[in-house]
């Protein structure tokens, strides 16, 4: 497969609010879901959020759930990750990756491939 293409991100305040973007073209499976993670600067990768590009389900990590928001534009081959009320502790590069399983409600991130190459956000006042 080939690499997702990420956009967005940049540095705001605390409670500031971003959107990231990620394309999915030249992606053939049938079935996929489409996840953002994020590792920040000596910690481990960790989720974030993930949705299914066929039906719509998602699937947030505690730490975000009610602040961002991920969704699809099949017309664009487009997955966005909306983040609200951002927190410093939000800062880290952001990834996103193809689950070609489908499987968010498993989130696992060994499923994922095809990584984009990340996009720094930066929370800070």
């Known amino acids: 497969q080939v690499p997702l293409v990420q956009s967005g991100g940049g540095e705001v305040q605390p409670g500031g609010s971003l959107r990231l973007s990620c394309v999915y073209s030249?992606?053939?499976?049938?079935?996929?879901?489409i996840g953002w993670f994020r590792q920040a600067p000596g910690k481990e990768r960790e989720r974030v959020s993930c949705?299914?590009?066929?039906?719509?389900?998602?699937n947030y990590a505690d730490s975000v759930k009610g602040r961002f928001i991920i969704s699809r534009d099949h017309t664009k081959n487009m997955v966005y990750l909306q983040l609200n009320s951002l927190k410093p502790e939000d800062t880290a590069v952001y990834y996103c990756?193809?689950?070609?399983?489908?499987?968010?409600?498993?989130?696992?991130?060994?499923?994922?491939?095809?990584w984009g190459k990340g996009t720094q956000v930066t929370v800070s006042s």
């Open positions: 990756a193809v689950d070609p399983w489908n499987s968010c409600p498993l989130f696992e991130e060994e499923e994922f491939e095809s």
């Open positions: 030249g992606i053939t499976l049938g079935q996929f879901a």
């Open positions: 949705i299914s590009v066929s039906d719509g389900s998602t």
